[in-house]
């Protein structure tokens, strides 16, 4: 694989977003690493970063802040840019060989030949450097903790191989954010923190469930399990199961953490959106599969914006 010269270096990866800059408008150079680090997927860094910034915005609640500290919702969209592409890039060297078996993967920059292995592996080096230049900006807690996220984030790969339900363990890994910033301003995990996370690991396999509907077929193929397949005709329920368990968690987290009513608008507006996906699926459509889980996005920031609003509502009430 390493030797393969790229047949066509500007092929676009199958699922990336159509007419994104990266395609138009990066050097043709470092197009093949912006595809690696999934810059031209950008709902992945989404994903990772929601869950970091609802974290900042229950601590503010707690706190009595009157919103999240802009510098840790910086520094998380920064992380979350550098590690989702650190991830992806470790994720796409571990599985060069089984995504050019699925027709969804085989465009990758590693399976199709325009990066090489080696040249990938450098290139995770830079961005886990990146990170962890943003980790080090936080209390000694927070980075221990961050540095803690590594373990599942290094076995996830390999799951596709073991484990009937890998995205258990991908929940682990993306949801970590749930964590990082409640530690950021307390300096310690309390309960609304750890049933944030919880929460947030059921909200991740209830959409990467739904992302998995594109690659059943091929999954079968080429041997890699995964939660679509293991819940089969039983997957709008499991995926209804999960989104639920999602809105439950949260909602505890939230109130635990003293969330008045806005916070719970927010949190119901986002079980709404949630129990929408639900309703609409389609599991033999691919690509309205796909639209849903990027949808996500939306979701995430109902809820976030919900958490912010109560914050500095209650911080003018009581001021």
Known sequence: MDGVTAPDAE?????????????????????????LARIDRPIGWWLLLLPCWWSAALAAIASGAAYPD???????????????????????????????????????????????????????????????????????????????????????????RVMPVPQAVLGLAFAWGALMGWVAVFGRLDAPALLLYGGTIAWVVGYDTIYAVQDIEDDEIAGIRSSARFFGRRMRGAIGLCYGASAALIGAAAILAGTGLAGLVGVGLFAGHLARQVLRLDTRDGRGALGLFRSNRDAGLILFLGLAADALIRHLVSG
């Open 70 to 160: 802009p510098a840790h919702l910086a520094l998380f969209f920064i992380g979350a840019v550098a590690m989702r592409g650190a991830g992806s890039t470790y994720n796409d060297i571990a599985d060069r060989d089984l995504d050019a078996q699925v027709e969804r993967t085989r465009s990758r920059p590693l399976p199709s030949g325009q990066v090489r292995t080696r040249q990938a592996a450098l290139f995770l080096v830079a961005q886990a450097l990146v990170g962890l230049a943003v980790l080090l900006q936080f209390n000694r807690t927070a980075i221990l903790v961050g540095i803690a996220s590594l373990v599942p984030v290094a076995i996830y790969p390999f799951m596709k």
């Open 11 to 35: 092929h676009r990866v199958a699922d990336a977003v159509r007419g994104h800059w990266v395609d138009r408008r990066a050097p043709r150079a470092v197009r093949p690493y912006l595809r």
